[in-house]
């Protein structure tokens, strides 16, 4: 073994060391650790360049101030006892009966502005990303006795003291989802909605499951506020394929052997449109987003939409008192693929008017959307929803009739009999069948 040392470094400030070793399985010879240099963007594939580039998005505070003590007083009397008048978008104080409205979210932030001059991704702070390790169960100390008060917020949003009788609303957006920006309160009562579902069940009853009769209980429907996110978009969609117009047409052989051709013109055929969107809603709850249609009907939720989301309130829990809610799970990066997709629709449907001279049909080869700014805003829809789960194999059906909160807007799955489904068709076929018979005849 050699008893060989390195030479000594020399001491501070007199000089330069001397060069270290070069040789194989020197420090030299190592690659550079990930992030030891800046890495130049413009050398990067575009879809990752993109994204780099991007820029962080940028928030917008929707947070009640006067609100985050959990308490939500009377501007005349103080009173925690509020409620919101039914059938209006007015909170009513229970005990000097003052009422007022809370402001609309679209006024009181410059939401539905600008539109066309949106970059980037703006996000309003109730829509931010929600934190994983941020407990369900807010607690608030009450300020009239001290006592503790806590929320469950998986499934509500209001509590009382049990001591003083004091009402607490998480009103703090706190990151686990369930404080939105906004709410869009009910104006179908109750009473109302019962009597739709009631209304759309009769008219399908002849066909209906046996069991589900005999169940059907249209009172246990339940008013649940939905978690959105509603969306503002700047975007442009390219679309190309081909399109043919008939030029002729005309027949060859005769009897069973008859044969109809057709000539036609085939063009190339490109479209861009840029255009922007104002309030489309996208349902921000993985479960309700889930469209399985072997296992559930979540399907029925978009059925009913529009909701005037122009007329959402700033967020204030009072008006959730009485109802039940969903919380949001869902960020604005997962919803952004679904974004594109809703877009790209919307694309489509903007450039059909300048292809519809084209009377074969145009068939799009490819299709591309770029969203160049958007805005995001959470927001709590009101809806009546009334379940029944069919049992059978893979955990059986889950069926929902719902009901717009705002339009009473009402539609639904109802389980049926399939035999009589089948009776009826084979009855109806063979009744056609008659009259065609009949008609020819004479």
């Not at 469209?291 to 979540?298: H, I, K, S």
Request: aromatic content about 8%; overall charge negative.
């Amino acid at each position: 073994m050699s008893n060989t040392m390195p030479p000594p470094l020399p001491p501070s400030g007199a000089g330069t060391p001397p060069p270290l070793p070069t040789g194989p399985g020197s420090p030299r010879d190592v690659p550079p650790l990930p992030g030891s240099f800046p890495i130049d963007p413009d050398t990067l594939p575009k879809p990752i360049r993109d994204e780099i580039l991007a820029p962080d998005p940028v928030a917008i505070d929707t947070a009640s101030e006067e609100l985050k003590d959990g308490q939500n007083h009377c501007p005349k009397c103080g009173s925690t006892e509020i409620r919101q008048r039914p059938g209006t978008d007015q909170l009513i104080c229970l005990y000097c009966r003052n009422e007022w409205t809370a402001a609309r979210v679209e006024e009181a932030f410059g939401l539905g502005e600008n539109i066309d001059q949106l970059e980037g991704t703006v996000v309003a702070s109730g829509a931010q990303d929600i934190a994983a390790d941020v407990s369900s169960i807010v607690t608030f100390k009450c300020t009239g006795c001290g006592a503790e008060v806590s929320v469950n917020t998986e499934n509500a949003m209001t509590a009382r003291c049990h001591w003083c009788r004091h009402v607490f609303g998480v009103n703090e957006q706190i990151a686990n989802g369930a404080v939105p920006d906004a709410v869009l309160p009910f104006h179908i009562k109750k009473d109302d909605a019962v009597a739709r579902i009631r209304q759309f069940v009769d008219k399908r009853r002849l066909f209906a499951l046996k069991a589900f009769k005999e169940q059907f209980t249209p009172e246990n429907v339940v008013g649940v506020y939905l978690p959105y996110m509603i969306v503002d978009a700047k975007a442009s969609a390219g679309v190309a394929g081909h399109g043919e117009i008939e030029t002729r047409r005309y027949t060859q052989g005769s009897g069973d052997d008859k044969k109809t051709y057709y000539d036609a013109d085939v063009y190339a055929v490109e479209r861009h449109v840029d255009f922007t969107v104002d309030d489309l809603p996208m349902e921000s709850s993985a479960m309700r987003g889930n469209l399985d249609t072997g296992r559930n009907t979540n399907n029925i939720i978009n059925t009913i939409l529009p909701f005037d989301t122009k007329n959402a309130v700033t967020w204030n829990a009072s008006y959730l008192s009485g109802f039940t809610s969903e919380k949001r799970d869902q960020n604005v990066e997962q919803l952004m693929p679904h974004l594109e997709d809703q877009l790209l629709s919307i694309g489509r449907s903007q450039v059909e008017a300048s292809v519809s001279h084209y009377d074969r049909g145009v068939r799009w080869e490819q299709e591309s959307v770029a969203v160049h700014g958007s805005r995001w805003v959470s927001m709590y829809l009101p809806v009546w929803l009334y379940s029944y789960h069919q049992p059978g194999s893979n955990g059986g059906m889950l069926h929902y009739i719902a009901v717009n909160g705002r339009t009473g807007e009402t539609m639904g799955s109802v389980p049926v009999q399939q035999w009589k489904l089948l009776l009826t068709a084979i009855t109806v076929g063979t009744f056609l069948e008659g009259i065609a018979f009949w008609i020819l005849g004479n």
